[in-house]
């Protein structure tokens, strides 16, 4: 197959032409966790603010998406609602202001997305707002300052996502629909449905009825899980009888022994999960099982490096009829290693090799799999209550209790 | 601690300077591993025509490095001598030039270091050459060409990393020596020795001798074994009444199960090594041993990224009196985890929880270790001849057919 | 707690009465894996000649039993129909005869059971005319001829178990409950029903329907899914306003991983299940359980040594007020490990230390879990059609095939 | 090969003819596990009045190995000196006699011994007066003890066995070899040698110069260390210019985990070793290697079930010319599946299907390995001397603490 870095068909048209036409949409990686590896994000908040104080730092990480074969570009505003810039003692907002931040990364992405062919999405997530039982305009309110920024830079179109209670992210959905544009949303939830109990499928279902075109799952549990989260979705859309696209942006961590809150509940939780990520080779494996079920855009979250991004490029080549732009430094299931000076390595250059490899943990004395945290609190808890200072040595001091 | 980002006593120092005063250096980690990921090198080759294609890759690796700690920049030259250039059908130095490959690679380097505190190296590594059993002048004649880029853009020092014979790495030692430079000399073995059977200590032994003021190894093996490596050749050296500084830049995967050659042997190298990558803890715990034995050069090789180079720099904070930059990004052992929204979650804003846990790999039906391919050829081997043209289709079907 | 052999109050008395009373009863062991290790019985066939052959062999594993607190003793007539023991090239019934075995299995059973306070239970299992399409008729009649033999002998009570289809196991029922003995009922099935898709509420129902006093589960599956299986049932029978009393007889291997087949279908299956065998500390939690979820006839199957059969025994002797005869031999939790040399052997004398060891396989080239094999072949599939003669050369050359 | 159950060359012969005319002699298994497992001895004290008090589960356990293929039926006379029948409130000398308990051993082994071609080895092992730092003297008197009855009871020779220090071994040799009859002596040692850190090699050579004929080791290791150990006695012995027969009894777990002491250290020891029971494959691959190593006195220790020992008749049955009677329920290399009724069971009836099996755990919150105690004390500690009465509720509470 000839090595093409653009696709003549679908430069400059919109997302639901292209899902309307069939094409294969890919999403691009997890923010927040590469660049907290980079140094660039605090883990804790997740807040992105480094859009203001390191735009070389995120440009670059837009651009290895891009060039892995992301058609999408999400504006780095994960958790940048003003509620949460400024939750237990982060002072974001009052620093730099939640507006800067936001206006930061939808031009960052407007400049790397126009070095290609991708579009550029604005994106809203959960409120602290609405954990601590704030009203419905309140919340909307967040959503609302959001949006004013990604008008202001007429971003591509709109992505609700990471959303552990359906009621939430329809509010969100409600808001976004307004411009005009289309809106996709996405929920962090597992095969269990969300924190209240909402199964997938009348997620989707009220997520449809809310405005939404396309949506699906995104981050908390491993992309075996979310896809079987999105074929929930899919048969409570046809019982319903309602149409939309199908999106899938999960994890690139393994998370077998996840309960109904996904990775957050895991004892690795956010330092130790390193053993779980996932090969490039588990990463095509879930890209065709993605496409198999019939999702047309996806992408990854958390855990997702650009090289876990062209693997879904490269899985699905054949059927887009091209490869990304970082395929020139990467043989299709691993042939560049022909090239290699020791012979046994040359003897991995093949298919076969990979796609069977059962790789070791190198870890001795470690266990397959971790039994959750499960508080069992949930929204209107004490424990979840969010506040805008920091938590004391006090508040610490118990938790710290609590967990014994 | 108050969280500085330089330190006024090294400033403009030398490498020796720095070490003869005692000071812990801080190296930074693998660029063909991170770099691949991110998409600009091709694993099997591993050459660095990045330098070339995308500086800004490059740039904003070096920088991540620097914020993260690394008080030593290695100019991205790492196979980048003619031979290796010319390997097998890679063809590089035939389109771009060995010359401006390590020329860029050196520009590079001195613009990031220019940002902060750092020193930049001028490295050389291994030649196909040498496996090929080309003469004493030939190999040299590669170092030589490598050194005259090196001299021309006055590095600060030179290292001569990632060798398994002590007997090339002599050679190269005595070609850097002559530039006057101080020179850095690291093998890619572990406690068995080098490929020709000698001892840890008498490789650290014959580097010395032929001019090298600073001793170890890197790659191939986790830091633990690493740490012995060294070990062995501290010991090596007492018993030859030797002195010279130790240095250890170890994987940051986990090779419990590697044989004499390392990861290279490893059914999952290059591209199923996830499940072993190190968490920040174990290379804290490393930093803590490597220093405890008196290692003061201390880095990463393959496997490090730059949140591993931070732990590096957090765990020696309180010798050093300085955080690095990143750091104002991360709590040390994990105390910004009090600013998370789950209540669980804070509760692991602590040491204790991050030092004792052991993390599950999430893969039930991957084992803990694998057995090393272990083809027994050595140098002079025919399957070890390197060549200048592309495998063959018949020459890969052999080494398929042998790997069954 | 006073260590008493016998319990006054159960003496002579019968199942139903003990149970109805609201007596914890404890089953004995699995006779063909206990029997197959030491000698006596052929894996595979899995037929119990070894009455006739080695009757001092099955009696010494009877007394074992009897010792560690069984309260009933199963006549090990366990595959004794008379088609199965000419299935495939066995000829047991044609050198030894159905009957004998099954005389004799009847004749050590009940010499055992008189030296303690033991019931004896004449057991019929699943045939393989029923595998093979017989019709209702014949695969009854071979229950019929063993049922002519427990009522000669005059057996105490009757189980039909290990049946993977529920309408085979209201035939048995239907024959057994003619003698006018109580009746207990067990399946070889988990959470996912029997072969053909009947629920485990159903098939509980059904067994009632049919005359089952007792009704659960035996073999196939771990205690923890075992007890899942057993609360089904629970709950099908309260749905449909039946009584009967629960059992559970499961493994003593873990099968965290098995399908709907159960262990027959792992790899590991019957000659690699060694390092899921459990531990006497699993077997007590699996006798809490199952108490507490109020099962009362608790006993084991394939994989459980007497010493399993004691930790059920240990468990419960706070309700039952009273040790079995072998735990002389044995302190609960550990506790005469005070009589150690070693002192560190000494410091495990303790119920904390047993509870809460996660024991390492010793096998790191192995994994946790595996994949069971799936060939989706039921009841009427030409290769589950049984044979009186040997499996042929051709017929095994296309097993292996096929396992390919 | 024609299914044998005596071979006439070696009946009524003596251990040192056999071994001479280069036969395979096989021993048996460990006593004191497998009737922990069964009921009729206490893990702790590890002592043998099973002997007096329940002669016909003794008496089984014999005849199960006999019919396995042992050649060798050890006396029940583990841990049987006088002073250990004594130790830590124990008294069994005091209740029952240390005279009877060895007595009733000759009696039951020699009555089993008749119904084969099986030899009676007379036992003695490491004894609490040593540990206790008792007089050489005092040491001597109990192994005299012992050997009176041995020679009473005419065994057919003696064999020394589980001592972690050679020079007790030495004094118990000296006193065994007084009575005429061949000796046997092995170490329960690993490679890095005794308790005293003499070399395998040293300890070998000791042994052979105070008069044993056959010298090795027995229990403390896996198959694979402990054939590791008996090369560097066989090597020891070379280079002394010594000659001896070997032998080698190890244990049925797995051990990769172990420091110098061997699996007593081990987390799991006791009473959580199940993950690491050997199956007969591993069972198979040992005697292969022992073989080959040039061992002729095969068998096993703690752990060694009967079918262990088969396993092992099995795999050497080509060079012995026959199988042993046990055989009769075991196709060799599983092919007796053929019978089973599951088709997908039936293709596991093949050698390369066990051969290459990686059998899994299933038990995924578990670690493959595990750190053993070490608390570093030796002979001569505190905490190691020995005493009659029992361990007090004080002196526990001080272990569990230091456990902590």
């Known amino acids: 197959m000839a090595q093409k870095t653009t696709e003549g068909t679908s430069l400059h048209q919109g997302i639901l032409e292209r899902l309307d036409a069939g094409e294969i949409v890919i999403g691009d990686g997890g923010f927040v966790f590469a660049l907290e590896k980079r140094g660039y994000v605090k883990a804790g908040p997740w807040t992105p603010e480094a859009t203001v104080e390191h735009p070389e730092a995120v440009r670059q990480l837009h651009r290895e ?17 003003e509620d949460k810039l400024e939750n237990r003692g982060n002072y974001v907002a009052e620093k730099i202001s939640c507006h800067k931040v936001n206006e930061a990364a939808c031009d960052i992405a407007r400049e790397v997305a126009n070095e290609g062919d991708a579009l550029v999405a604005g994106g809203v997530s959960q409120t602290p707002s609405y954990l601590s039982c704030k009203d419905k305009t309140e919340v909307k309110a967040a959503f609302q300052k959001q949006l ?21 992210a329809v509010w969100a959905v409600e808001v976004l629909k307004e411009s005009g544009k289309p809106v996709a949303a996405t929920m962090c939830i597992g095969p269990e449905g969300d924190m209240h109990g909402v199964s997938p499928g ?101 855990g997702f490096e650009p090289y876990h991004i062209r ?20 043989g299709s299931w691993g042939d560049n290693l022909s090239m290699h000076t020791k012979p046994w390595v040359r ?58």
């Not at 202001?152 to 009621?167: G, P, S």
Request: aromatic share 10%; net charge neutral.
């Open 311 to 330: 693997a879904i490029a490269e899985e699905l080549a054949p059927e887009r009829g091209f490869l990304p732009e970082a395929s020139e430094k990467h």
């Open 202 to 302: 009348q997620c989707a279902v009220q997520l449809v009825k809310a405005g939404a075109s396309i949506v699906g799952v995104n981050c908390h549990f491993d992309p075996e899980t979310s896809i079987e989260t999105v074929r929930l979705m899919k048969e409570g859309l046809q019982a319903a009888k309602l149409k939309a696209h199908l999106m899938c942006q999960p994890l690139a961590f393994h998370t077998p022994d996840c309960g109904k809150q996904g990775f957050i509940d895991l004892p690795e939780f956010p330092f130790g999960l390193e053993p779980r990520i996932a090969t490039r080779w588990d990463i095509q494996k879930y890209a065709r099982k993605a496409y198999d079920l019939g999702i047309r855009f996806i992408g990854g979250c958390c």
């Open 148 to 168: 004013e920024v990604f008008m202001k830079k007429n971003v591509d179109f709109l992505i609700a996502e990471y959303f552990e209670h359906v009621e939430e």
């Open 65 to 81: 998406f891009l060039r892995a074969g992301s058609n999408v570009l999400q504006t780095f505003t994960f958790y940048a609602s």
């Open 347 to 404: 003897a991995r250059a093949r298919k076969e090799y990979w796609e069977n490899l059962k790789p070791a943990s190198g870890r001795p004395y470690c266990p397959c799999m971790s039994k959750p945290d499960g508080w069992g609190v949930t929204r209107g808890a004490k424990e979840l209550m969010q506040q805008k200072e920091a938590t004391t040595e006090q508040q610490l001091k118990e938790l710290f209790q609590k967990k014994k």
